[in-house]
């Protein structure tokens, strides 16, 4: 690692190689500004050209930006097209036999799916959907394994117009239960179970649980694949297998036309307070920042082995799984399994064994794997990859390097892509034939992306100190309103103080070269490996314990995770007695948090103590608890804490 510290602190810039800017969509930094350029010169003309050359239109638009109720914005609207024929049908004519999906099962089984046949799963799929009246606006929740049936699912909503809501296998019954009541959902599309790392874990008892919470009398279908043959409670009334939906369904299903603002999905993620917002993304506006995402910064090519780790329950697994690689008519990889089943070289045995031009990962797999077999990589032919990707949080310079050297030989450009759930798709990362890198930096805004950093009053800062990341203008991916919460988008989003400019929610600064560097969240979310959690979610489940007066969560730096969930708990009764008693509580309430949210909100720590630090009104001073969770003095001033005694009790509670 001594090397790898040295290099950082040369702070070295990678530029990128002759031959890979020859070969590059955009090539050379003058060919990125020019397209900077035309975007500020003619802002909707520019993206009005985009739109009309990238995507297919039943019916073309004639107006680009509708401004006219800020922030509500809408883009190409008389338009109209249908997201699935884009990503399907569009291809059949060049390239029906080619290879759209390559599917790797967790126990090694490959199966590989061509468009032609892609094509005809999905209507056949969305010919059942219809059949069980399922019908354009309606929501269906998706809660899948990674798996080719998934990305049927969710193009088969978009074939008829439905809206679909994914939901990640991995969060608990509670939190579906959230999600199908909030979106009002017809369909919930499951399976029987997952399997991870040769383990089955059932998927549907989750489904059936969160139905019986009360408030789902909007769900009249439940569709189940059957992933692993286990055995699975049924109600008859509502439930019906995959397979039996699909048979004897016609394999063309004309597409529902639809109008480019015609929500593509509600997505829910995690925000400062309060329960998590249903992200509602366009069609139209949001295929596009896909599909020139793929073109400009992973630099596609008809010939590419396309690899996106993320699952389809993230946002990244939506733009650039279910919806980019298609759009382009690219074959993509597609993992069920864990980066470390059956050991950490997995992900590079498939990189070998598929031939892998182009992965992208997230950091804190990255970091994970280095510790679990740093030397791996050496051990597999990866000499198909022209290309990384990084995504979900900052990537550190260590890990950057090792994902540079080790797994790129020290010849594949790293993408570090910076963007959200809302943006839909990457705004500030590098067009790798274009601009040189540096480890640890995203680099400068795509071509139309007016990002900008600003302080409190909003005007630009342009030091090393930075400020809030914003965007100054509405841009085509961009998140159309908070599912049945308008207000919340508004408020939240285009806060006053930003004057109509986007507020991303991160801090970021910028170098001398005018690159972006991302220094974490302004709110309260954190970031567990790469997955955004709110902090108050996860209070309101640890409060909602019969054993909990009070909960407060904060963040501390993590080596893998970036950063892990620290809790401060106030139990109804006395503190635990004895370290063993406190242990054993602390468990209790962890695998409460789990079920509550999911596995991934699990505190890593819990300290009890007979009240949180507060202010004489009575609000928390998280600020203190930060410094207690990371083992700092406290230097900071605490004249306005009712009760001083606290810090030292909290300082010193068994872990
Ligand atoms: C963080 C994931 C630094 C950031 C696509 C953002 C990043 C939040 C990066 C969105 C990156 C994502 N560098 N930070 N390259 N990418 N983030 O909605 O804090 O799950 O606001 O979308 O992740 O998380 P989300």
């Known amino acids: ?72 914005y809408k883009w190409f609207e008389d338009g109209e097209l249908n997201v699935s024929y884009n990503c399907l ?103 029987d179970a997952q399997m991870r790392g040769g383990r089955t874990m059932p998927l549907k008892p989750a489904v059936d649980e969160a139905l019986t919470l009360g408030g789902c009398e909007s769900v009249h279908t439940v569709i189940v694949y059957q992933r692993a043959a286990c055995d699975t409670a049924w109600d008859a009334s509502n ?89 382009m008519g690219g074959t993509q990889v597609i993992f069920e399994g864990v980066p470390t089943y059956p050991d950490a070289g997995r992900f590079w045995k498939m990189i070998q064994d598929h031939k892998v031009t182009t992965f992208y990962t997230a950091p804190t797999a990255i970091r994970s794997l280095i510790k679990l077999g740093g030397e791996l990589p050496k051990q597999y032919d990866l000499s198909s990859l022209r290309l990384l990707g990084s995504v979900g949080e900052p990537i550190n310079p260590e890990a950057w390097m090792w994902y540079y050297n080790t797994v790129g030989g020290a010849r594949c450009p790293i993408v570090d892509t910076w963007w959200q759930t809302e943006t839909g798709c990457h705004m500030i990362a590098p067009l790798p034939g274009a601009m040189p890198i540096k480890p640890g930096t995203c680099t400068l805004p795509l071509p139309g992306i007016m990002a900008t950093i600003v302080n409190e009053a909003g005007d630009e800062v342009f030091d090393q100190h930075g400020g809030f990341l914003v965007i100054k203008k509405p841009f085509p991916s961009q998140i159309r309103t908070i599912w049945g919460d308008p207000e919340r988008y508004k408020k939240g989003y285009f806060p006053e103080e930003m004057h109509g400019a986007y507020l991303a929610g991160d801090s970021a600064h910028r170098d001398e070269d005018g690159y972006f560097w991302i220094m974490g969240r302004i709110d309260d979310v954190l970031n567990v490996s790469g997955h955004r959690l709110g902090t108050m979610e ?110 030292d009790q909290l300082k010193n509670a068994v872990r």
């Open 239 to 327: 439930n019906i297998w995959w397979h039996d939906l699909v048979a004897g369904q016609e394999s063309v299903c004309e597409p529902e036309w639809v109008g480019a603002e015609h929500p593509l999905f509600i997505l829910y993620t995690s925000g400062s307070t309060g329960s998590p917002k249903g992200v509602q993304h366009s069609s139209a506006g949001y295929l596009l920042g896909a599909m020139i995402s793929m073109q400009w910064v992973f630099d596609y090519k008809a010939s590419d082995i396309f690899w996106c780790t993320a699952d389809v329950g993230w946002i990244t697994g939506h733009s650039y799984v279910a919806y980019g690689p298609l759009a």
């Open 1 to 72: 690692m001594s090397d790898i510290q040295s290099v950082m602190h040369e702070n070295r810039v990678f530029t990128p190689s002759a031959d890979f800017v020859k070969q590059a969509n955009v090539s050379g930094m003058e060919a990125y500004q020019a397209l900077c350029a035309e975007a500020s010169k003619d802002y909707t003309g520019f993206w009005g050209r985009l739109a009309r050359e990238t995507l297919q239109w039943k019916k073309p638009f004639t107006k680009t930006l509708d401004d006219s109720n800020a922030p509500f």
């Open 538 to 647: 996860i209070e309101s489940a640890l409060a909602s314990n019969p054993l909990v007066a009070e909960a407060a969560i904060v963040g501390r730096p993590h080596e893998i995770k970036g950063e892990a969930v620290v809790a401060f708990v106030v139990l109804k009764g006395a503190r635990p007695e004895t370290p063993e008693k406190a242990r054993e509580i602390a468990e209790i309430l962890r695998n409460w948090v789990a079920k509550e949210i999911g596995p991934i909100a699990k505190p890593d720590e819990i300290r009890f103590g007979e009240n949180l630090p507060k202010t004489r009104s009575g609000k928390i001073m998280r600020r203190l608890l930060r410094a207690i969770a990371k083992g700092e003095e406290i230097t900071q001033d605490v004249s306005t804490l009712e009760n001083p005694a606290i810090l």
């Open 89 to 191: 049908d569009a291809h059949l004519a060049a390239s029906a036999d080619k290879t759209a999906i390559i599917f790797e099962a967790d126990d090694g089984v490959v199966t590989k799916i061509n468009y032609r046949d892609l094509h005809a799963r999905v209507c056949q799929f969305a010919n059942g959907l219809k059949s069980r009246g399922i019908k354009k606006g309606d929501r269906v929740v998706i809660y899948m394994p990674m798996s080719i049936e998934a990305v049927v699912a969710m193009q088969g909503c978009a074939r008829i117009g439905a809206i679909h809501s994914v939901v990640f296998g991995g969060f608990s019954s509670k939190s579906l239960h959230e999600r199908i009541t909030d979106a009002k959902a017809s369909a919930v599309i499951t399976a």
